[in-house]
C-alpha cells in the first residue's frame, strides 16, 4: 500500500496536472533555508537565516486549518542551514553558522545536544547515518565531519 501511494503521488506530481498552493507555514522572521518532512507527510521542520528550527504539523488534506506550527527550537547563535529528522524521526539534527550541529526532541521540540569542533566555519548541510547510528555534516570550511561512538564500527 505504501508503495502503491508513493507512486500515485509521483504520478500527480509527474503529470501536467495543475499543483496549487494548499496551505501556507507562517513562522520564520528572515529566509527559510530548509526543511524536511516525516515519512506521513504530516511533519514538517523548517530551518531558518533567523537562528530557529520550526516544527509544523500539517494534515493529510493540506488543509489550512490543519496545518499549524507545534514549536520554535531555538539555541543556535546564528542561521540554521539545514534540518533533517532521525531514521526514527523522534529526533531531529539541524547545522548551523555558528559551526555546531545540535540534537533536538521532536515530541516537545527540546535541544538534547551541541556537537561542535568539527567545523572551523559555518555547517551547511547534515544527515543521520543508516539505523541513526551517527550523523554526517558539511561546512563552509570544505569539509565533512562523521560523527559517531568511538568504537563504533572499528
Known amino acids: 500500500?505504501?508503495?502503491?501511494?508513493?507512486?500515485?503521488?509521483?504520478t500527480a506530481v509527474e503529470s501536467r496536472e495543475v499543483l496549487r498552493r494548499r496551505c501556507v507555514l507562517r513562522g520564520h522572521t528572515d529566509y527559510v533555508l530548509g526543511c524536511a518532512l516525516t515519512a506521513d507527510g504530516c511533519g514538517v521542520l523548517s530551518a531558518?537565516?533567523?537562528?530557529?528550527?520550526?516544527?509544523?504539523?500539517?494534515?493529510?488534506?493540506?488543509?489550512?486549518?490543519?496545518c499549524r506550527r507545534l514549536h520554535t527550537l531555538r539555541g543556535h547563535a546564528a542561521a540554521v542551514?539545514?534540518?533533517?529528522?532521525?531514521?526514527?524521526e523522534t529526533l531531529a539534527l539541524s547545522a548551523s553558522d555558528d559551526r555546531t550541529l545540535r540534537v533536538w526532541q521532536v515530541a516537545d521540540g527540546s535541544a538534547l545536544r551541541v556537537l561542535d569542533g568539527g567545523h572551523t566555519r559555518g555547517?551547511?548541510?547534515?544527515?543521520?547515518?543508516?539505523?541513526?547510528?551517527?550523523?554526517?555534516?558539511?561546512?563552509?570550511?570544505?569539509?565533512l565531519c562523521v560523527w559517531a561512538q568511538p568504537g563504533d564500527g572499528e
Open 1 to 10: 500500500p505504501a508503495a502503491a501511494a508513493a507512486a500515485n503521488a509521483e
Open 48 to 66: 531558518s537565516q533567523d537562528g530557529t528550527l520550526q516544527l509544523w504539523h500539517i494534515t493529510p488534506s493540506f488543509s489550512a486549518q490543519g
Open 81 to 88: 542551514n539545514a534540518c533533517c529528522y532521525s531514521p526514527c
Open 123 to 143: 555547517v551547511c548541510c547534515c544527515a543521520w547515518l543508516p539505523h541513526g547510528r551517527g550523523l554526517l555534516s558539511a561546512g563552509w570550511d570544505r569539509i
